[in-house]
């Protein structure tokens, strides 16, 4: 592998954190003022467009994009996906960017604890210790027992544990299915669902407000590409563990632009999460 794309995949991956986070914070900000339902509907419209045509783009076209030996799984993703974002979305509304990151860096972990009974692949113990220490981080961050536990909480905790449901599903069709299939079938079916939902909650934006849903838009967009170019540039290994500079760049952008406040069990609580998922990281590319 090339060195010098692997140091530019790195720098990539950095930079697409990066725009996640900010269209998290775009995110949290419409669905603040609109529902959760249209704003992640019009999100949809924009991402299936920039799936199709860079479908279109690709070698076959839109033919080979449809082609699938796993068409109800498929679907099965794209719908998962786009109700998992709903749900993240109103957990930032509710709980803030900073503790939704913190709880949902959790999904790692939860796909390396369930690829053994739903996939058959092999979880040694040394894995599954870092599987329960980060369990243990999540707790301290949720602090279940104590008067400060809200109920709340457990939104993210679902966000998480869908996002590793789909995380699973994706990593079973890639066995058949290349990774340009999956990526329309996760723009097309998602921008189907939402709409089937979204338009029962249709309601005016204000001019102003279009402007934050094409940043929105753009942001999403702009964000899987970079994401594309990041991995045929680089290995996976190589770069998956910088994915995790989401929490901290979501967090500052809550707590400069939302007044949100970081406490210090939730600080303890996702460097334990985190440490525990680049350990099982690492495990996976020492098995590799």
């Given at each position: 592998m090339n060195q010098d794309n692997t140091r530019l995949g790195i720098l990539l991956m950095c930079l697409t954190t990066f725009v996640f986070a900010m269209q998290d914070g775009i995110s949290r900000l419409l669905a603040e003022e609109y529902n959760?339902?249209?704003?992640v509907m019009i999100r949809y419209w924009f991402f299936a467009l920039f799936v199709i045509a860079v479908s279109a783009r690709r070698a076959g076209g839109l033919k080979r994009a449809i082609a699938t030996r796993h068409p109800w799984i498929q679907v099965f993703r794209g719908v998962l996906l786009a109700l998992e974002i709903c749900v993240t979305v109103v957990s930032f509304t509710l709980l803030g960017l900073t503790e939704t990151h913190a709880i949902f860096i959790s999904y790692p972990l939860m796909i390396a604890a369930l690829s053994g009974p739903l996939l058959g692949e092999r979880v040694g113990w040394r894995r599954w210790a870092a599987i329960g220490a980060g369990a243990v981080g999540v707790m301290i961050i949720l602090q279940p027992g104590t008067g400060v536990f809200s109920p709340v909480a457990a939104i993210p905790l679902l966000g998480a544990v869908m996002f590793a449901v789909y995380g699973l599903v994706t990593r079973y069709v890639s066995r058949n299915d290349p990774g340009h299939v999956s990526f329309f079938y996760t723009g097309t079916v998602g921008?189907?669902?939402?709409?089937?939902?979204?338009?029962?909650?249709?309601?005016?934006?204000?001019?102003?407000?279009?402007?934050?849903?094409?940043a929105l838009c753009i942001s999403g967009a702009f964000g899987h590409w970079l994401l594309i170019k990041t991995y045929e540039l680089a290995e996976a290994s190589a770069v998956q563990p910088f994915a995790y500079l989401q929490l901290p760049f979501a967090s500052a952008l809550g707590m400069v632009a939302f007044g949100e406040t970081l406490r210090s069990n939730v600080a303890i609580g996702a460097a334990i999460v985190v440490g525990a998922g680049l350990f099982t990281l690492w495990r996976e590319q020492q098995r590799a």
């Open positions: 959760t339902f249209l704003v921008a189907v669902v939402m709409t089937a939902i979204g338009l029962f909650y249709w309601q005016p934006l204000a001019p102003s407000d279009w402007l934050w849903m094409g």
